[in-house]
């Protein structure tokens, strides 16, 4: 019977990569098989659709993806501050995804890593040889009483983190007359750690300009210990922090918004009370996980990632399956800076795995914040899984400097759409090695 011998033939598949491509045609089954399958059309799945659409041909990749807009996020800081705009920050799925694959527009809600295949929420069955699973964080608002409401009920209630409400946050900014304008952090893995605190220094300056600083409390209540993870940059940080008179409360977790009395209630995590502070503005970062329909499935470890080898990003079951971006288990910071790191690492790699060669490229956690401290300032934060500063260039990146600003705000949106999800910038690992045989291997860079 076909279905038997699809079977078969994937668990072969599954046991050791033995077999080459396949491809199933309808005549055989009602499910569409390909080579590879790509869940996610974000940064990591484009960038991974466009380099292997190149190796495998026409055909031979899908990507599922049900959103008909794709969102250059890293911008959505500086649609808030009031520096670009959403249509800049927006392309059409169709423009981004690469033209020679094929575009399944629908969510994947199951995953049968057994029997390879995943199924859409249109109730189609996409069976592959090779998985990579690139489907980003969920933003889950609701998991805070109230806000959901609070959305709609009160202007001053913004998040930078959403399309829908991204483009409030400079309006809310401008209206502020005085107050407190609180900024917040969840107690859940985040993308872009940085941007939380971001919009913060943006809205502060602003307020200066506008001469409503002095009657307002700019304050950053954070769930987490510290202000960044890395400690050459939170030591910047903390001295931009203390010269602008911004109040930090550390292991404050806002657990509910009352947009009728403008209030919002962060419970602290240390002695587990609640404290209700009053609010004129408040900027919201939502907790995040993994999207729901990855939730359920056997490829998630228990926290909800993509359980991959943190060097290989393989699979740590399924050696057929990888992961890029986001969703997966690499305990790094998410960034689309880390995803263009990983996406290198992973081309090799899965390449190897499909040629039944060896894998040999190793991803050393890399990750970049570009953390604005106004509108012309940027210290540009790099670093790996150790926490330690990665720097691409040959001066002290821990100072704030108007060149990244220029980087972040102008270089960026370039490299972006026309490098990385054309699947051809790999991260600045190749820069930096340059860099620094040009400056003696010994040598560090200038301070
Ligand atoms: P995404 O790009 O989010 O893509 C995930 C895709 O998966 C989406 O298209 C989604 O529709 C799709 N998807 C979800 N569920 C399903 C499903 N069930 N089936 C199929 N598809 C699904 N990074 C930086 O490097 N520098 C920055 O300065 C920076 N600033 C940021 C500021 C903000 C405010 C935000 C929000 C993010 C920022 N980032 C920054 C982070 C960066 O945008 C993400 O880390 C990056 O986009 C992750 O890529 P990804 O492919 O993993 O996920
Ligand atoms: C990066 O590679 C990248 O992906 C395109 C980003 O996302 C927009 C970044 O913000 C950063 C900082 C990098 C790192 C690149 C360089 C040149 C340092």
Redesign the pocket.
Known sequence: MAVSVIQQSRLVIFQGLKTSSRHFTTSLSAQKNYKLVV???????CAVASKFVKKLGAGNVAV????QE?YY??M??LIGGGIKTLSQATRSMKSVLPAKCEWIQS???NFDPVNQKVTTANGEEVGYDYLVV????QLNFNKIKGLPEAFDLDPQVVS??WDKTVVNTYPAIQRLKGGNAIFTFPNTPI??AG?PQKVMYLAEEIFRKNNTRKDTNVIFNTALGVIFGVKKYADSLLKVIEARDIQVNFKRNLVEVRASEREAVFENLDNGEMEVFKYDMLHVTPPMST?D?LGTSDIVNEAGFVDINKETLQHTKFPNIFA????SSAPTS??????AAQCGVLEKNLSAVMKQGTQSAKYDGYT???LITSRGKCILAEFDYNAQPLETFPFNQGKERSSMYQL?ARVMPELYWKMLLKGHWNGPGFYRKMMRLGMGSSQKPAA
């Open positions: 869940v996610g059309g974000g940064a990591g799945g599922i993806e049900p959103s794709h996020q890293p959505f800081t969510k994947a809600v690139a489907m980003g964080l930078n983190y993308k872009c941007a999207p329909e890029i971006g986001d969703c998410k960034t689309a800076a880390a995803v970049s914040c570009p972040k």
